[in-house]
């Protein structure tokens, strides 16, 4: 029987990680450990004036507006609004008006290949702007409703 370690991010690994050249084989949860994804625990809602649903989604994306996103970005541990934020933002929002949809990280990694990045780059580059999750952080922060579809759990 395996035994399990605990990590501070609340995901479970088996100590049978295979250790090779400095490399380590691993699962998806300790992929998503080294994005640094934060539990909902440590970021705190707060009263922005608008409605909001309980994971802190706005309900109208009419109520968003610029300086909504940097209140939005101050609920999130370690979360620093740049200028390269912005355009990304924007996509998402000119995507949903267009498609009707909220666009999913392999529209959003297309947008960017657009700007002549390869595909691995662009998903690294978008994870680099969204630390805990393109479709939890960076929709949010473009004012969308919640998704919903399959795809986001």
Not at 69 to 76: G, I, M, Q, R, S
Not at 99 to 127: C, I, N, W
Request: hydrophobic letters at 40%; glycine letters at 6%.
């Amino acid at each position: 029987m395996a035994q399990n370690i605990i990590c501070p991010h609340y995901f479970v690994y088996p100590l049978s990680l295979v250790f090779s050249n400095k490399s380590i084989i691993y699962h998806q949860s300790l992929k998503a450990y080294q994005r640094k994804v934060y539990p909902m625990s440590m970021r705190v809602l707060q009263d922005l004036g608008v409605e909001r649903c309980k994971d802190g989604y706005l309900q109208s994306s009419e109520d968003w507006n610029k300086e909504m996103v940097f209140k939005l970005a101050d609920e999130w541990k370690g979360m620093e609004v740049r200028d390269e934020h912005f355009p990304v933002l924007d996509f998402i929002r000119a995507f949903h008006e267009e498609h009707q949809v909220t666009p999913d990280v392999r529209d959003a990694t297309k947008f960017l290949m657009q700007s002549g990045m390869d595909k691995k780059e662009a998903k690294k580059y978008l994870f680099k702007l969204f630390p805990n999750g393109y479709m939890q952080q960076g929709v949010q922060l473009a004012g969308m409703r919640r998704p919903t579809a399959w795809c986001v759990g």
